[in-house]
């Protein structure tokens, strides 16, 4: 059927629609369904009862959770509602609600939606009416809020073990929106930084909010989703819109891709085992697939520029050190032999770091002060200098996640840098310690 009929059969048949959701929404609070006595504020956890798997049409309730979220506000109540259903599609909206006649109502030209106290349950109502005629938020061709109910049971009274992981060991913060999506996702542990992760539209992708995350029963590893898109050519000079949906397992402390699938493998979920129970791999064992130098140095694997095999990445995995030198020096000859000059040149810096480090252990706390350390950029903009003196700044810049060795530190709120580029060539100059969380005591 074309858009054009559906949008007309769809204002054809509206007002009859509204007029029956009027008389569903009367039915409800003349039969009694409001209770102008509850306390709504809350905010409600439970697992995501409607989700099936777009790949096998399994349940997937144990792997996403749904979230209403009820604040008082100047007039009525700021509701917000997330929650995953049919085809892992979403539904999501954040409105305005006014409590009437015992229950929260929410107004639209074509209906109401409103949420009132059934039994020992918050449930949603639309009257029947699709979320997305009704102009709300953001809902999948699949996802509804119709008869949607949360128990009153799940509201997170304190913090939920969950929301404890969540707030005093990990926290995911997005950053730089881009078409509802983000392309920046920065890890956080303890409010400090464990990696920045970045991906584009055409590159890597980008990244989907899931709130509350995805985490394994232990906490150590987290589910995300990242989207590529770009166009397919399908006949002679036509394009049209195409879509690749990517899921990482990332481990959370280090900010390790310990695996980068997509299709059957993301319909997976975690197991108290600590496996990722899926179809294509049933015996995935989350901390056996880490990825290890000793796995590329023999060529079972190859460095490339997905997020998932980048040298970037296996250095966060398994970092140099005594154990693992020889690996890889080994490695780098491999990466030597093939010419992958910006490769080579970002292994010495980090290779180079390891032995300084290695050379010094034992040495007395002094010299320890001075040990070259591997830092992540944490501002936005970090401007380079030709000297610790806020006189000789330049107009260079590093961005955030731009890895850079520590190489000294001064007195002055500023450190000693070496920057490996892309093109191999070496930077090496100041910067202001708070760029790369490196100032000593005040």
């Known amino acids: 059927m074309k858009y054009g009929a559906c949008f007309f059969l769809l204002a054809l048949f509206m007002p009859a629609l509204v007029s029956g959701q009027e008389n569903y929404l009367a039915r409800e609070v003349s039969e009694g369904g409001g209770d102008s006595g509850f306390l ?21 309730s144990n792997q996403f959770s749904d979230r209403l979220k009820i604040e008082p506000a100047h007039q009525g109540y700021l509701v917000e509602l997330y929650s995953t259903q049919a085809d892992q599609h979403v539904c999501s909206f954040s409105v305005s609600m006014n409590l009437v006649n015992g229950m929260l109502v929410y107004k639209t030209k074509f209906g109401d939606v409103f949420i009132r106290k059934k039994g020992r349950s918050l449930e949603i109502s639309s009257g029947g009416i699709d979320p997305t005629a009704l102009g709300l938020g953001v809902c999948g061709a699949h996802a509804d809020i119709d008869g949607l109910a949360f128990p009153l049971t799940s509201r997170v009274s304190e913090e939920s073990p969950k929301e404890r992981t969540l707030s005093r060991v990990v926290d995911f913060q997005y950053d730089d929106p ?24 055409h590159n890597g992708g980008t990244f989907e909010r899931q709130d509350p995350p995805n985490l394994s029963p232990d906490g150590n590893f987290v589910l995300l989703s990242q989207i590529e898109s770009g166009e397919v050519e399908v006949s002679n000079n036509t394009f049209v819109p195409h879509e ?12 390790c891709i310990v695996a ?43 460095i490339t520029d997905s997020p998932g095999s980048s040298l970037e990445n296996l250095l ?11 690996t890889y020096s080994d490695m780098l000859q491999l990466l030597e032999r093939d ?44 401007y380079l200098y030709r000297s610790p003196l806020l006189s000789d700044k330049t107009a260079s810049y590093l961005i955030r996640g731009d890895v850079v060795s520590v190489l000294s530190n001064t007195n002055n709120s500023f450190v000693k840098f070496r920057y490996t580029q892309k093109n191999g060539a070496v930077i090496e100059k100041w910067i202001r310690c708070e760029d790369v969380d490196s100032c000593g005591p005040k």
């Open 316 to 326: 966060v995995c398994d970092p140099p050190r005594d154990v693992n030198r020889k």
């Open 178 to 201: 881009v078409a509802g999506r983000y392309s920046t996702l920065t890890i956080l542990s303890g409010g400090k930084v464990v990696r920045i992760l970045r991906g584009g539209t």
């Open 40 to 60: 709504w504020s809350g905010d409600y956890l439970k697992n995501s009862d409607l989700c099936t798997s777009p790949s096998s049409g399994g349940s997937c």
């Open 260 to 302: 980068r699938e997509t299709g059957e493998f993301c319909g997976g979920a975690f197991s108290r085992d600590g496996r990722w129970d899926n179809s294509l791999y049933p015996d995935f064992n989350l901390t056996a697939a880490i990825p290890r130098v000793s796995t590329y140095a023999e060529g079972k694997m190859e």
């Open 339 to 382: 010419g992958d000059t910006s490769n080579v040149a970002k292994l010495k810096t980090v290779m180079n770091t390891a032995s300084i480090r290695s050379a010094e252990e034992g040495s007395s706390p002094a010299t320890k002060a001075n040990d070259v350390k591997v830092k992540s950029v944490i501002s936005e903009k970090a």
């Open 244 to 255: 690749v949906a990517y899921c990482d397992l990332v481990y959370v402390h280090s900010g």
